[in-house]
């Protein structure tokens, strides 16, 4: 599974737009983008994912590049129980195990 | 909304002790999986388990570690030996299939004294 990269941390106003950045250059064409979050020390919550195609639905927004070779993970409006986490995870169809990163710690104040 | 639960939430064992953790994972997902995570360092892959069979595991997940689906609901992790780096949230996962998404249960905090 390709290797990604994200900023170790990021601050966002409450209300505002969240956009976590992710480079994953060496992404296969079968592979996709999955984003989760870790709020404290909770299980890892789904957020989204996508191939190729951007993606939105009731928590976020998926933008993918065209050359597939990075994604944004936009959260519209910021609120505090925003504050985690996020990881980029990027995942074959060959294998069954999530590889987590570090992640980028999101920080949303009032 | 379905969710994979866990239990217990905390145990504390003793150096050498057993420890089972059970996971119940939503009801019609047939792969599973089992993550740890150290306090204070990254979420790891232990285990996949599909059809009674173990599909995947990781170097983490050696001799010591035993995984079972006793039942057609429970889906448990056997720590047979606990030593003191055992020490981690451990966090039981589910999928309907190897390429759908994996959900998360809220994890068992082990403290091996």
């Known amino acids: 599974d390709a290797k990604t990269t994200q900023p170790t941390s990021m601050d966002c106003a409450e209300g505002r737009a969240a956009n976590l950045p992710c480079n994953h250059s060496t992404i296969s064409g079968n592979e996709y983008v999955y984003w989760y979050r870790q709020i404290h020390s909770q299980g890892p919550q789904y957020i989204i994912h996508g191939l190729k195609n951007n993606e939105t639905n009731e928590m976020a927004s998926l933008i993918i590049t065209e050359d597939r070779k990075s994604s944004t993970l936009i959260l519209p409006h910021a609120t505090l129980r925003d504050t985690a986490v996020y990881y980029c995870?990027?995942?074959?169809?060959?294998?069954?195990?999530?590889?987590f990163g570090k992640g980028t710690t999101l920080s949303v104040s009032s | 909304e379905p969710e994979v639960t866990q239990t217990p939430s905390h145990q504390v064992t003793q150096m050498g002790q057993e420890v089972i953790l059970r996971c119940v994972p939503i009801s019609n997902h047939l792969y599973f999986y089992w993550y740890r995570q150290i306090l204070g360092q990254k979420v790891e892959f232990l285990v996949s388990f599909y059809n009674n069979e173990i599909s995947e595991k990781s170097e983490i997940f050696d001799d010591q570690f035993s995984v079972e689906r006793p039942d057609g609901s429970n889906f448990t992790l056997k720590i047979r030996s606990t030593k003191l780096e055992d020490s981690a949230m451990y966090f039981c996962?589910?999928?309907?299939?190897?390429?759908?998404?994996?959900?998360f249960g809220p994890g068992t905090r082990l403290l091996v004294l």
């Open positions: 996962a589910s999928s309907a299939t190897s390429r759908e998404t994996q959900y």
């Open positions: 995870i990027v995942k074959g169809q060959a294998g069954t195990a999530l590889i």
